[in-house]
């Protein structure tokens, strides 16, 4: 296996939240696992109202508003874990949770105990408890995958053609800043490059190459958005060697140079 999952713990806590406690609106600068062990409660994230009871969570995105709201007659205990990698998104992905759809549900509401327990007795050591705190975390975001995967597996297995778009996706989004071909990813999920073209135009899709570009394209505009990171820079992040190949393409999906769309961004953020 090639991939490789860089995960950073940062805090995690349980609390037994009195009637009508508020936290928000505010934001937070990593991700956060969110479960509910007793009572319910409401957030508001992304500009929708939701309502969690016993053995519900959501996922919390770094830089998003949010506003939670424990019930006044049924108040929730909560836990979090906050963490950081660039691999999460993806992760988070294979169990279909993305920006705009946050929210889980586990079968065994008790299954975090044992690892909150964990997590205290680490905090707890004098000797070596940041590696066993780090440790437990890839341990804890396994073990809630394969929770979260366990009915998605009961499921219906999707088409073979909806399958191999899926794949080909998947790789696109975890190796767009690679040095990546067409041919490559059509051997990578063992089919034909042509084949692979004419999955994407059955299911209506653009053409994979056309996919590719739109992904690094949109990526680039994030980092643009990052004041310290040059054009080059930028290019490299996303792919490009050839930092006016990448200026080139850029002006063809975006309508203006990298320089000219940056200049427009931060114009209409002062706007504001």
Known sequence: MNERYDL???YSGKEECYPGHTWGPGVKDSYKLVFVHEGCGTYFLNG???HLHKGQ??????DMLLCMKADETDPWTHSWLAFHGDCIESLLEQVHLTREAPVFELSDSTWYDPWLDQLQAAHAMNRNGV???HSLLYLIVASWLEELLAPIMRQPAPRAKELYVR???EYMKANYSNKLSITELASRIGIDRIYLSALFKELGLQSPQAYLLQLRMD????LMRNPELTVSEIAH???YQDPLLFSKMFKKRKGASPSHYRQTMNHSSNVR
Do not use: D, M, Q, R
């Not at 969570?57 to 770094?62: A, D, K, M």
């Open 57 to 62: 969570g959501f996922v919390v995105y770094p």
């Open 131 to 133: 590696l066993v705190i």
């Open 167 to 169: 794949k080909a996706t």
């Open 237 to 239: 992040s996303v792919g």
């Open 219 to 222: 990526k680039a505009c994030e």
């Open 48 to 50: 929708k109202l939701h």
């Open 8 to 10: 950073t713990y940062f």
